[in-house]
């Protein structure tokens, strides 16, 4: 169980959830939109995100233990999907899955995948979540701390998507094509990562 700390818990959910690495995917996603049409994307993304990410706070380990699912497999599983998705990022195939969304998809359509999740609401934030507010362990007034923190965070996500809009007009196509394949090659590194960590733990190596 990690520590009950604003602070603490601030910096860990914003480490892992990581604003800037999302920011290529919503680019992506919202490529030859409007700015009013991304920012609602941006929001709905957000929303929904928050929505995935609030019901563990209050339900996730309780969830994983109904279907007796090892907290260790479900961090292999969101793994294992987070790398997918930064393997299509570092080949381009986001941006052929992106370009296949039809015009007429509405802003919830654009918003969940990849977006919404696994990109922000992914293996490694859900567990995280799951950790500070530990349901065994932690009273409602902690889990509710928890939540406002998340609410925080994805704030800053917002940030981030906002001046997604100031980045591709000085770095144009190709620059966006360049980051997306960069941050992808370091969600592949996060992805692995997480799955040797829950690895070990499964098989109790250190």
Same mark, same amino acid.
């Given at each position: 169980?990690?520590?009950?700390?604003?602070?603490?818990?601030? &910096?860990?959910?914003?480490?892992? !959830?990581?604003?800037?690495?999302?920011?290529?995917?919503?680019?992506? /996603?919202?490529?030859?939109?409007?700015? #009013?049409?991304?920012?609602?994307v941006?929001?709905?993304?957000? *929303?929904v995100?928050?929505? +995935? !990410?609030t %019901?563990?706070i209050?339900?996730?380990?309780?969830?994983?233990?109904?279907?007796?699912?090892?907290?260790?497999? &479900?961090?292999?599983?969101?793994?294992? +999907?987070?790398?997918?998705?930064? @393997?299509n990022?570092?080949?381009?195939?986001?941006?052929?899955?992106v370009?296949?969304?039809?015009?007429?998809?509405? +802003? *919830?359509?654009?918003?969940?995948?990849?977006? %919404?999740m696994?990109?922000?609401?992914?293996?490694?934030?859900?567990?995280?979540?799951?950790?500070?507010?530990?349901?065994?362990?932690?009273?409602?007034?902690?889990?509710?701390? #928890?939540?406002m923190v @998340?609410?925080?965070c *994805?704030?800053?996500?917002?940030?981030?998507? *906002?001046?997604?809009? &100031?980045?591709?007009?000085?770095?144009?196509? /190709?620059?966006?094509q +360049?980051?997306?394949r960069?941050?992808? @090659?370091?969600?592949?590194?996060?992805a692995?990562?997480?799955?040797?960590?829950a690895?070990k733990?499964?098989?109790?190596?250190?």
């Amino acid at each position: 169980m990690f520590p009950s700390d604003f602070t603490y818990e601030f &910096f860990t959910l914003l480490v892992i !959830l990581d604003p800037i690495a999302t920011v290529p995917i919503f680019l992506a /996603v919202t490529h030859g939109m409007r700015w #009013t049409e991304s920012v609602k994307v941006a929001i709905t993304a957000l *929303l929904v995100a928050f929505g +995935i !990410l609030t %019901a563990f706070i209050f339900l996730g380990l309780e969830f994983l233990n109904v279907l007796n699912i090892p907290t260790e497999s &479900f961090q292999i599983a969101g793994s294992f +999907i987070l790398f997918m998705l930064g @393997l299509n990022m570092v080949t381009g195939k986001i941006h052929h899955e992106v370009a296949q969304i039809p015009e007429n998809a509405s +802003i *919830l359509e654009r918003s969940v995948y990849p977006l %919404a999740m696994p990109s922000i609401a992914g293996a490694g934030a859900i567990l995280t979540v799951v950790m500070l507010s530990d349901n065994h362990a932690r009273v409602w007034s902690e889990q509710l701390q #928890t939540t406002m923190v @998340l609410a925080l965070c *994805l704030s800053v996500h917002l940030l981030s998507f *906002l001046a997604a809009g &100031f980045i591709i007009r000085y770095v144009g196509k /190709v620059g966006i094509q +360049i980051i997306t394949r960069v941050f992808g @090659l370091m969600i592949c590194s996060i992805a692995v990562s997480g799955m040797v960590i829950a690895i070990k733990l499964s098989f109790g190596l250190t």
